[in-house]
């Protein structure tokens, strides 16, 4: 049985026609724009999921890089004021091996000064806003210089002032140096006032070494590098900081996490004792298992800023944590909430930090990046080992500059030789930090190259899964232009018959 087409069937089938060409047209119109094969997942599912995780590896690749571009620079930066610190300390070291007089001596004491300051101002060196040597603590400058002699304008003596020591007042003091008598030292006799000149103590002569003593490990020296005397009405102001920190031992208060849910408070309690460790320590506690009460909820403590973590501690513990225990100087925190529903948040941190004595202010944390998955690299030498003896430290550096500039100021040829051998160890030190930086630097530029590598293969890939042949597309796009217009040519055609033109 013959079938019958109506004009129905024609139409639909005229209208299904024109808009399959025409959405072929406009997806190769969209391809030639694009130059993807894979504008929306609907296009090839299989293809846009390779091309996500195409995507996803070469931004994980992109962070890397950027990780390692800025370990790099850190370390290139390291590396140099290093190499210059080294520098310093052999010209130090060639100072006390030329020690000859005691004339000599009294130069080489004040180049030896100087070497001092130089030195100290490249371990405060910054690497943008962050000190390069402070550990982790980087928004804090680990050395602080804490003395500041000043002479007065109208004195007469024009000869050198140098102060030296280690301060170990724990407050910031005033003092002043009155010239009673004139003279050279030896000759020269002072007075000494802590209140700004409002008493003075009795007059004593100036050593012929020409350093003073002050009282609390400070010491003012009066070089004979002058034309004139030390002149009766003289005056000299030393000032001595702790730099918001004391030399001795300390426990800062401690400190709540920014997002931390517990809105009451820490402090340190009571029965902590006076921090008694050999080196700065950021100690953590954080509340792990969903949190709690104040008193029941389970935590952890770390001594070392957080990178390790101790044992889940469960036991009741009223409203303290002990996070050293350590007979002599227990550090214990103290928590109260707010109120009675006032709770612990899983992962709650809280951080206390403890300084031993010393004038380093920075701790001995390290600083490290992401290399790859599961992999970190550390990219800073702390000042703590560079230039202390604690840690990996073998020297203090700033204390044997100093003893070596006293023991050449009062001619102790066996100090000097004792402070010149451990300027060696010192030197030897600084090299072996000069050599480690280098060799990270080495270590972080392979894996740059294996990423670039990695990432060209990945890119490749990539484009092979989504981009288009162009020249492909423009053909099949002609064609299809053509077949459209075709479509558009006969629809219109069809659309003029009528009855009329089947009677005949």
């Known amino acids: 049985m013959p079938m019958r087409i109506t004009n129905n069937m024609r139409f639909t089938t005229i209208v299904d026609n024109l808009n399959r060409a025409q959405n072929n047209y406009s997806s190769l119109m969209e391809q030639m724009s694009s130059q993807k094969k894979i504008n929306r997942p609907s ?10 995780d195409y995507r996803s590896a070469r931004d994980s690749i992109a962070q890397y890089g950027r990780n390692i571009e800025n370990a790099n620079a850190w370390l290139e930066i390291t590396e140099t004021k290093l190499g210059n610190i080294g520098d310093l300390i052999a010209e130090a070291r060639n100072a006390g091996i030329n020690n000859q007089s005691s004339e000599t001596a009294q130069v080489l004491a004040q180049n030896v000064g100087s070497l001092l300051e130089e030195i100290l101002s490249l371990a405060n060196s910054k690497f943008g806003d962050r000190y390069l040597f402070s550990g982790s603590a980087t928004d804090g400058a680990p050395f602080e210089r804490i003395i500041q002699p000043v002479a007065n304008s109208a004195n007469g003596f024009d000869g050198s002032v140098y102060t030296g020591g280690t301060y170990t007042g724990t407050a910031d003091k005033s003092c002043t140096v009155r ?97 008694g460790g050999d080196r700065n320590r950021t100690y953590a506690v954080k509340f792990v298992g969903g949190g709690g009460a104040v008193g029941d909820a389970d935590y952890r403590v770390s001594s070392d800023g957080g990178k390790t973590w101790g044992a889940i501690q469960t ?67 702390t000042g ?107 629809s219109v055609q069809i659309g003029k018959l009528s009855i009329l033109d089947y009677l005949g």
């Open 179 to 275: 010239i009673a008598g004139s003279g050279a030292p030896g000759t020269a006799t002072y007075e000494l006032s802590d209140d700004g000149g409002t008493t003075w103590s009795a007059a004593a002569t100036v050593p012929a070494s020409g350093t003073v003593s002050l009282g609390d490990g400070l010491t003012v020296r009066f070089g004979d590098d002058g034309t004139t005397e030390l002149t009766a009405g003289d005056l000299f102001y030393v000032n001595a900081y702790t730099g918001g920190r004391s030399t001795d031992a300390r426990t800062d208060t401690p400190r709540a996490a920014a997002n931390n849910g517990f809105a009451g408070t820490v402090s340190l309690d009571a029965s902590s004792g006076t921090y």
């Open 384 to 490: 703590e080992e560079a230039f202390t003896d604690r840690g990996r430290g073998a020297v203090d550096l700033f204390a044997t500059l100093e003893s070596l500039k006293t023991a050449l100021e009062n001619g102790d040829r066996e100090g000097v030789n004792a402070q010149v051998d451990r300027l060696t160890a010192a030197q030897d030190s600084i090299r072996q930090y000069v050599a480690e930086s280098g060799a990270r630097m080495s270590s972080l530029n392979i894996s740059k190259e294996n990423y670039q590598v990695l990432d060209n293969k990945i890119g490749g890939l990539l484009s092979e899964t989504e981009d288009v042949d162009l020249e492909q597309v423009i053909v099949e796009f002609k064609m299809q232009e053509t077949a459209l217009q075709a479509s558009y040519a006969m």
């Open 43 to 52: 296009d090839d599912p299989v293809g846009a999921t390779r091309v996500l």
């Open 315 to 381: 036991a009741s513990w009223g409203n303290t944590i002990t996070v050293d225990d350590t007979v002599g100087h227990e550090i214990v925190l103290s928590l109260t909430a707010s109120g009675p529903t006032d709770l612990l948040a899983d992962n709650d941190l809280f951080f206390v930090n403890a300084t031993a004595p010393g004038v380093y202010g920075g701790n001995g944390e390290d600083l490290s990046i992401a290399t790859g998955r599961g992999s970190r690299m550390t990219y800073n030498v």
